[in-house]
């Protein structure tokens, strides 16, 4: 019933997302907000139609689901931009990713000790796992032609290439966030972190010039239509994903270098034909997960969390990101409302999930840790989809002002 139940208000949700979709990119709410608000209600919370153990009793669905999300949405992201625009940001994004996500994981961490009282190992472990932009929600802001009209393709690319980029490169440091809590060691750690990106690089250019190769083939002898090459790069994303599984390395940055090397052997139509895929993330394969997910929030266990639940929800929205983009604005050549239009708009969703459920699988959790982590993955989906359509007003007002041309 659970899983009939799920499908049937994802496609009816989806049916109305399909038929709304030109005026729901104006309206201040996002597709991931309507899957959250529809679990919520048919949850134990509200209506009690369905009644399922919590995320904090069980993640093993919740770890599978993201992790498959994950794999389409980072795809679509490698493939969204042309090689040559893509190199041209590489600046930026190598510095959010080595700068800006390690400062974004410590801030994390410390605002967690500091609420919520719980250990090193526990800080370290929210702090790694909240740590990264999620490409789900980050597309919800980038993609659509309202974004196109209010952004700059540069803040636009940027924004998606470091979410994409830095789903996979947290996973060294969720690794050491576990040994320091006690999983393993620290040695072992890093071992493995050094394998799993390594490995997941070398799969997914093998992979992905593999895929553009045999794209090709087949439109030399005519034996690829139009429609299955649509849908080739979502099944290149699921065999890149099973092969990681099987190596035991990084699935998703597995996955997104694939998409890089199929984006750059492929030719330019092989790309935009794909950007379908992108827009299907946004606005229907989230409904499931977010629903599920509104359907599992631990009321009980926020509960427990009295006041410190919300100092660390306001503390990471307002600290984990916006004065680590608001320092690196000349580094990163921004703009003063540029670096807040990138600083506010670095959400928190399905990589979070994916992590917390990761931990939860390899160590015996601080049932707080998935308490507050849950709480801040809900809180984001909600303050950044609902400020999504305002932020981008904002930002366009701002760009005019004569005092933002001056910093600039």
């Known amino acids: 019933m659970l899983i009939d139940v799920v499908l049937a208000v994802s496609g009816l949700l989806g049916l109305g997302v399909a038929a709304l979709s030109g005026r729901l990119r104006r309206w201040p709410v996002s597709v991931p907000v309507l899957g959250l608000a529809s679990g919520v209600l048919l949850g134990p919370a509200v209506s009690g139609v369905l ?51 390690p400062a974004m994981a410590l801030v994390t ?93 070398l799969l997914g250019v093998l992979t992905g010039w593999l895929g553009a190769r045999a794209l090709r083939a087949g439109e030399e002898d005519g034996s690829t239509d139009p429609a299955p090459r649509v849908l080739f790069t979502a099944v290149l994303a699921f065999a890149v994903l099973g092969l990681a599984g099987l190596a035991h390395v990084d699935g998703i940055l597995a996955v997104f270098v694939a998409g890089l090397a199929f984006n750059l052997v492929a030719t330019g139509p092989d790309r935009t034909d794909d950007a379908p895929i992108d827009e299907a993330v946004n606005r229907f394969l989230v409904l499931p997960l977010f629903l599920g997910f509104g359907l599992v929030l631990p009321w009980s266990a926020w509960a427990d969390l009295g006041w410190r639940g919300p100092a660390l929800v306001v503390g990471v929205l ?42 939860a699988e390899r160590l015996d959790l601080d049932p707080v840790v998935l308490a507050a982590g849950s709480l801040v993955v809900a809180a984001s989906t909600v303050a950044h989809g609902l400020t999504s359509s305002a932020g981008r007003v904002l930002y366009r007002r701002g760009r005019r002002s004569p005092s933002s041309r001056r910093d600039a």
């Not at 993640?59 to 994950?70: D, K, N, Q």
């Open 51 to 101: 009644e399922i153990p919590p995320v904090t009793e069980d993640t093993t669905w919740l770890h599978t689901a993201a992790r498959v999300l994950l794999a389409i949405s980072v795809m679509s992201v490698a493939l969204r931009y042309p090689v040559g625009a893509a190199r041209a940001q590489l600046r930026p994004v190598l510095l959010l990713l080595g700068v800006a996500m």
């Open 109 to 201: 961490a410390g605002l967690a000790w500091l609420t919520l009282g719980v250990g090193l190992g526990s800080a370290a472990l929210l702090g790694a796992a909240l740590c990264p932009t999620d490409p789900v929600l980050a597309s919800s802001v980038v993609t659509g032609k309202p974004a196109e009209e209010d952004l700059p393709a540069r803040n636009r690319q940027i924004l998606s290439l470091e979410s994409a980029a830095n789903d996979g490169l947290a996973l060294p440091l969720v690794l050491v966030a576990l040994a320091v809590a006690g999983a393993d060691g620290v040695g072992a750690a890093l071992a493995e972190s050094a394998w799993q990106v390594a490995g997941a690089v």
């Open 318 to 359: 307002l600290l984990r990101r916006l004065p680590v983009l608001l320092l690196l604005r000349r580094p990163l050549r921004l703009g003063r409302p540029d670096a807040v239009f990138l600083g506010w708009f670095g959400p928190i969703g399905v990589s979070a999930l994916f992590y917390l459920a990761l931990e």
